[in-house]
């Protein structure tokens, strides 16, 4: 990902406008800077005066966004806006910045909360901006980007903006008011661009536009440029895979003077922009800037022709129809606007329903009206072929669950209200359309003004004798409480014994004296990981899925053991015995465990943020250096715990940033004991089979002799040097040869005392990064005796312990 967004910031120019910017700058505040509603300021304006941040008026109150400036001479258009669908505002409210974030205090309720912060709580905002881009962005003391606004978009997309995969937009609710709406444009994990509707009947949400790149075994991101082209980025290699503009329609005659436009153009006097509309259809705009103030919009293009397409532009039982390049709503004969300021909800009957009498008897009852030429997408109940038209509607009206009927090419098909996604199609009055509908409805009400129903509607029910009710009633309660009571006793006679086998198998893994864990079931881990299907990661022994526990309370991580038997036994006993009975913040807690005939399967607590590996090698953002020398003490302390505060001590033998994951709180945790090697007793050493990851093993692993402590210490030295550089050890994707080793190139740094240009543009502590460095120097020397024990690295991390400088690591340590 980090890949796809270089290539992106040099595709838009917006993006060097994202670069950092003078603190005293038009566009930038600092920490204490505060606005509110009504009284100045209200809000802060980008360096051109184009784009504005603040409060806005919305419904009886305010909320926060940023807009298009019109200057007073056209409407502001707000693409981006915070917590949309939280109530109005009051005008009391106030937005403060601190070092959390963006403060909002809400005036009259006295609640506050932020709505804006990085999503590592331990780094502390300095300063924010308000960008040409129409980016809204926080920054760090060294003016890294912690948060953007372009991350969270509403409904629209901005010139220089991307869509994530797996992200989406949701169109607003009306044109006035900027709360979440019924629709929603998906960046698919298939590589396909979707439109669908929300809140819409289950049996046709399905969608109405797409990109159709679906299929191609890849994902995308979409990015709209800043010279007004959508454009789907793999997310693998940064190519463009596809501009899709040429899927959109163009608008004609349209903008705030009715002239024609059609093209992409790029100017510095133009923005582009692309909007998920209120009326479910894409579209790209242009604003063109004039030099007296304002801008003039116009519509570019559209990914829908005609608006009466998108499923769930009209609400139920009323009806799309097109003309003059316009889509209009009206309701069905026999319905009104359920809202007539809202007509997006559908339509209601406007007669009472009469009582059913079925055949012939319904005829006085109700009526059937014909429309030529209309269509829907409700699913039918019943369908019947070969027939008239005549005979169609005959039989609609005599049906008491026909309430809508649709005839076409000798197919009647039956329907209940209510209907959806209704389309009148062109020639909607030709009569030799071959398709009809009927629509049923009531001619007059049957129930009196004091809403009784006459005598002869009402059905005849016998009157039956009392005695005898109250003796089958008795009978029954009987009955079900002797067969509740068998049924309980086959149960619990089946839980036990199942138990006691389950404890049996369990006693002979020799595994019940060390435990106090939760024992699963199979079947229950299965249920809690909806059949094992969405994998979180694989090892060497099997695959994670994620679940959850207690309704969906709890989510856990679920390890199935999938080798052979012999080898899943021995990895499930030593992962067994080594977390068992270990506590501690610097590990993965274990919860449970399922030993159930020859399955095997742990249960994890849930680790939200990922690896470290994605942290340092991933993501865009790298953790500034505080946060770093925290996840190196955090992990450092995990390791003393398992070598030298356990009951029976662990090699864990493969430590990397893959086995480092991080919690809600950021804070890191070391995983997967599934290569632990346990030492009993006094025994300090150990034979074993090679393992480990290369890149991270220790020397000895390859030279066939007793195995320590000290190759759980050259990993950690590796880790930590990855850590306090957020890069890999060995890249050979750098442009001087003398940088593709890492350890060696820090240790020539540090000799010549030049660690500093290693971190340009960082505020580091120049005392804290040589320390750390001739820790990880160490901790990678080629003769395990030559590496400190865990205990002593702690306490050199931790200031306690002097350091000398360290031999020069061999090729062998590399």
């Not at 959390?100 to 331990?122: F, H, M, Q, R, T």
């Not at 559908?346 to 008897?361: L, P, V």
């Not at 809600?664 to 050493?685: C, E, P, V």
């Not at 740094?749 to 240009?757: G, I, N, Q, R, S």
């Amino acid at each position: 990902m980090a890949a796809v967004w270089s290539l992106l910031m040099l595709l838009s120019s917006f993006f060097v406008a994202r670069g950092v910017e003078d603190k005293h700058s038009k566009g930038t505040i600092g920490l204490g800077y505060s606005l509110s509603p009504l009284t100045p300021p209200t809000s802060l304006a980008s360096p051109s005066g184009r784009f504005a941040f603040g409060f806005y008026s919305q419904g009886n109150g305010f909320s926060i966004g940023v807009w298009l400036e019109g200057n007073g001479k056209t409407d502001n258009k707000v693409v981006w806006t915070a917590n949309r669908d939280d109530p109005p505002l009051h005008a009391t409210a106030t937005l403060t910045l601190n070092e959390k974030g963006l403060l909002l205090s809400s005036g009259v309720s006295g609640e506050n909360k932020v709505i804006a912060y990085p999503n590592d709580s331990a780094v502390n905002v300095f300063s924010a901006s308000m960008l040409d881009s129409g980016n809204f962005v926080l920054y760090n003391k060294v003016n890294h980007t912690i948060w953007e606004s372009f991350e969270h978009p509403t409904d629209t997309l901005l010139g220089g903006q991307a869509l994530l995969t797996g992200h989406w937009l949701i169109s607003s609710s009306s044109e006035k008011d900027h709360s979440g709406g019924r629709f929603l444009l998906s960046m698919q994990g298939d590589g396909n661009l979707v439109l669908y509707p929300l809140d819409v009947d289950d049996d046709i949400t399905t969608a109405y536009w797409a990109t159709d790149t679906g299929g191609v075994h890849r994902s995308f991101l979409l990015f709209f440029n800043s010279t007004g082209f959508l454009q789907l980025i793999d997310n693998i290699d940064s190519s463009i895979y596809r501009e899709i503009n040429s899927r959109f329609y163009p608008e004609v005659s349209y903008n705030d003077h009715n002239e024609n436009t059609t093209t992409t153009t790029s100017n510095d006097s133009i923005v582009h922009s692309a909007s998920l509309d209120v009326d479910g259809n894409f579209r790209l705009y242009t604003h063109q800037f004039e030099p007296s103030g304002g801008f003039r919009t116009s519509r570019v293009s559209r990914a829908l022709e005609d608006s009466c397409k998108v499923i769930g532009f009209c609400g139920i039982n009323s009806y799309c129809t097109f003309n003059d390049d316009r889509a209009y709503r009206a309701c069905l004969p026999g319905t009104d606007f359920i809202d007539p300021q809202r007509n997006t909800l559908g339509c209601k009957r406007n007669y009472s329903e009469a009582h059913c009498k079925g055949g012939k008897d319904n005829i006085p009852l109700y009526d059937i009206t014909l429309l030529q030429n209309m269509v829907w997408h409700t699913g039918i109940f019943y369908s019947e072929e070969l027939m008239s038209m005549s005979a169609c509607r005959q039989t609609c009206l005599e049906d008491c669950n026909c309430e809508a009927a649709q005839f076409s090419d000798g197919v009647c098909r039956k329907q209940k209200l209510p209907l959806w996604h209704l389309l009148r199609q062109q020639g909607a009055n030709d009569e030799s359309s071959t398709s009809t509908a009927f629509l049923k409805m009531g001619i007059r009400s049957l129930e009196a003004d004091d809403g009784a129903v006459p005598d002869e509607l009402k059905p005849n029910i016998e009157r039956k004798d009392p005695t005898l009710k109250i003796l089958l009633l008795t009978f029954s309660l009987v009955a079900c409480s002797c067969a509740l009571l068998a049924i309980s006793g086959v149960f619990i006679f089946k839980f036990r014994v199942l138990r006691y086998k389950r404890l049996l198998e369990i006693g002979n893994l020799g595994l019940t004296g060390e435990l106090t864990l939760t024992s699963f079931s199979y079947n229950e881990l299965k249920r809690a990981t909806n059949g094992f299907k969405e994998e979180l990661g694989k090892g060497s022994f099997g695959a994670v899925y994620k679940g959850s526990l207690n309704r969906g309370r709890n989510l856990i991580a679920v390890k199935r053991l999938e080798k052979l038997v012999e080898e899943g036994e021995r990895e499930f006993q030593a992962e067994m015995r080594a977390i068992g009975r270990a506590h501690h913040k610097n590990l993965v807690r274990l919860l449970g465990y399922c030993a159930e005939d020859s399955k095997r399967v742990l249960v994890y607590e849930y680790m939200g943020n990922g690896s470290l590996a994605d942290l340092l090698f991933k993501s865009r953002q790298s953790p500034d250096w505080d946060e770093r020398t925290r996840i190196a003490l955090d992990v450092a302390r995990g390791i003393l715990y398992l070598h030298e505060e356990c009951e029976t001590p662990v090699i864990h033998c493969d430590i990397k940033p893959q086995n480092i994951l991080m919690d809600d709180y950021w804070r890191a945790k070391i995983s997967d004991f599934g290569l632990a090697k346990l030492l009993m007793g006094d025994h300090t050493r150990t034979f074993t089979v090679v393992r480990g990851t290369r890149g991270y093993m220790a020397p000895e692993w390859h030279k066939n002799v007793p195995i320590s402590a000290k190759a759980d210490i050259y990993s950690y030295g590796i880790v930590l040097l990855e850590t306090v550089f957020c890069r890999r050890n060995l890249d050979t994707t750098v442009s001087n040869p003398e940088e593709i080793i890492l350890s060696v190139l820090v240790y020539k740094c540090l000799v010549e005392k030049k660690l500093d240009k290693l971190v340009l543009g960082e505020e580091v502590d120049k005392k804290s990064l040589e320390r750390m460095v001739m820790v990880t120097l160490w901790c990678i020397q080629d003769e395990p005796a030559l590496r400190p024990s865990i205990k002593t690295v702690v306490m050199m991390l931790e200031g306690i312990t002097d350091i000398c400088v360290p031999p020069c690591p061999t090729a062998s340590s590399i």
